[in-house]
T-cell receptor, first 117, second 111 residues
Framework: DADVTQTPRNRITKTGKRIMLECSQT?????MYWYRQDPGLGLRLIYY???????NKGEISDGYSVSRQAQAKFSLSLESAIPNQTALYFC????????????????FGSGTRLTVV | TQLLEQSPQFLSIQEGENLTVYCNSS?????LQWYRQEPGEGPVLLVT?????EVKKLKRLTFQFGDARKDSSLHITAAQTGDTGLYLC???????????FGGGTRVLVKP
């Protein structure tokens, strides 16, 4: 099984619909993130969570919400989907930063391709 | 304007040639990482650099972190078709485990 699992892998939805993307991890990491990827723009941070009780907005959180149901689960919701939310969505986890040892990096899921029509 | 600018955006070369991808910023980063992403998959971490001037080698890949920790480069020697993919740089400004990504460089190595 993958360390970070995202469901669904592909989804087509209509404008105005509510949709939830789910992410679960077996890494045992406290830190989880949601990014969206658009061609030429790299990955942009939507929300992140450093533990179950901690939720933080990223650079593009408008139109999105998240829920951290457990250490291993972090879901992303689009309350009322719009076409410019069509993108590839990635969930990631990481170890905490340890000063002097560098940053261990993210483990990404395989992504959810979302199309809003 | 993105915090991290990658160049070029697209690179097409023949197998056996060398290539260099650049990642530049006006900001200082506590660490910088390089990822490779293949179609249908998430990015996979290649390397982390944390010290200004640091050079790391991973087989045919050489990564350098600028002295001022504002820029980085990835050099591939004798590229192979398996090096084809999207290369992403990502920086952590405040040692807070929150990465900012560049726009990516799409590399195509032709046989």
């Amino acid at each position: 099984d993958a360390d970070v699992t995202q469901t669904p892998r592909n989804r087509i939805t209509k404008t105005g619909k509510r949709i939830m993307l789910e992410c679960s991890q077996t890494k045992g990491h406290d830190r989880m993130y949601w990014y969206r990827q658009d061609p030429g723009l790299g990955l942009r941070l939507i929300y992140y969570s450093f533990d179950v009780k901690d939720i933080n907005k990223g650079e593009i959180s408008d139109g999105y919400s998240v829920s951290r149901q457990a250490q291993a689960k972090f879901s992303l919701s689009l309350e009322s989907a719009i076409p410019n939310q069509t993108a590839l969505y990635f969930c990631a986890t990481s170890d905490p930063f340890v000063p002097g040892q560098g940053f261990y990096g993210y483990t990404f899921g395989s992504g959810t391709r979302l199309t809003v029509v | 304007t993105q915090l991290l600018e990658q160049s070029p955006q697209f690179l097409s070369i023949q197998e056996g040639e060398n290539l260099t991808v650049y990642c530049n910023s006006s900001s200082v980063f506590s660490s910088l990482q390089w990822y490779r992403q293949e179609p249908g998959e998430g990015p996979v971490l290649l390397v982390t650099v944390v010290t200004g001037g640091e050079v790391k080698k991973l087989k045919r890949l050489t990564f350098q972190f600028g002295d001022a920790r504002k820029d980085s480069s990835l050099h591939i020697t004798a590229a192979q078709t398996g090096d084809t993919g999207l290369y992403l740089c990502a920086g952590d400004k405040a040692a807070g485990n929150k990465l900012t990504f560049g726009g990516g460089t799409r590399v195509l190595v032709k046989p």
